[in-house]
């Protein structure tokens, strides 16, 4: 019979899938086919091996194959009289391996006072990596491969032999009283997006507070006017017709105090009352 015809993958073919079926059409007086396959080692070694013996299907699928790698073949149809001679061999090169990346959750932040900071991480991951891994940016948070570094709005990674491994430590800094939840958004070529969920609020002073309910509400270091309701004991200041009256004392705890005076002339306007509480 004749040399097959019509080969596929085709001499010279590129990006081939790692588990690939050889196929060529039907020979006319063919009763079989010995397939011959191997790598370029093999091909200047002691030639391909014969991995199929007189079968009689049109395909042949190799075992999972190297990536990035060209491999060898030929067809050499037989009958009764003979085989084929002179059938070429040809080659084909597999797909490079599919990129990977991934990358781990983040704990919350929680409320954190304006002007605070609060640092978490996350780790990322890629293999067979072709270009560099970008983490986006993202309103109240910055980024640092090193806990407590130097922090940037958004990072850049390069792989070295197409990996990357790395904790990317991200700080939380509220600038305003708001909710600064959202999703970091890791990149690369040749492979979808990942996310990553970042939790936290801004907290700020509120311009006055129950002392009974919102005292949760303010942060250290912050002002506010409290207000309550509560019952105090009442202390009586008496002083001269003019001047400064002072009195020093205890409030028991409560909340409130009332301060009755007394002794003032008709008419007289009580201008000013400071109170200093140590607490």
Do not use: K
Not at 83 to 101: E, H, R, V
Not at 139 to 145: E, I
Not at 198 to 215: C, F, Y
Request: hydrophobic share 30%.
């Amino acid at each position: 019979p004749n040399c097959a015809s019509n080969l596929s993958p085709a001499n010279g073919a590129t990006d081939q899938a790692q588990l690939p079926t050889l196929t060529w059409d039907a020979v006319s007086d063919a009763d079989g086919y010995d397939v011959y396959f191997g790598d370029l080692s093999a091909l200047l070694g002691s030639g391909l091996s014969l991995v199929s013996s007189d079968q009689t299907a049109t395909s042949y699928s190799p075992s999972s194959l190297s990536a990035s790698t060209t491999y060898y073949w030929r067809v050499e149809p037989s009958n009764a009289y003979g085989t084929a001679t002179g059938c070429a061999t040809i080659s084909f090169t597999t797909q490079a391996p599919a990129p990977t990346l991934n990358v781990g959750t983040m704990s919350s932040h929680g409320s954190l006072c304006v002007g605070s900071t609060s640092e978490r991480s996350f780790t990322l991951s890629g293999i067979n990596l072709t270009g560099d891994v970008s983490v986006s940016s993202l309103s109240g948070y910055t980024y640092s491969t090193t806990s407590g570094g130097s922090y940037s709005s958004s990072l850049t990674l390069s792989p070295s032999s197409g990996s990357v491994s790395e904790t990317i430590y991200v700080l939380f800094t509220p600038t305003s009283a708001a909710d600064y939840t959202g999703s970091i958004t890791v990149s690369t070529s040749g492979v979808s997006d990942e996310t990553v969920s970042a939790v936290g609020t801004g907290l700020a002073a509120p311009s006055s507070a129950s002392l009974t309910s919102d005292v949760s509400s303010i942060c250290s270091g912050q002002a506010v006017n409290l207000t309550a309701s509560a019952t105090g004991v009442s202390t009586s200041v008496s002083g001269s017709s003019s001047g400064t009256a002072t009195q020093s004392g205890s409030d028991a705890g409560n909340a409130t105090a009332t301060y009755t005076f007394s002794g003032l002339p008709s008419g007289a306007t009580v201008t000013d009352v400071s109170v200093n509480v140590t607490s």
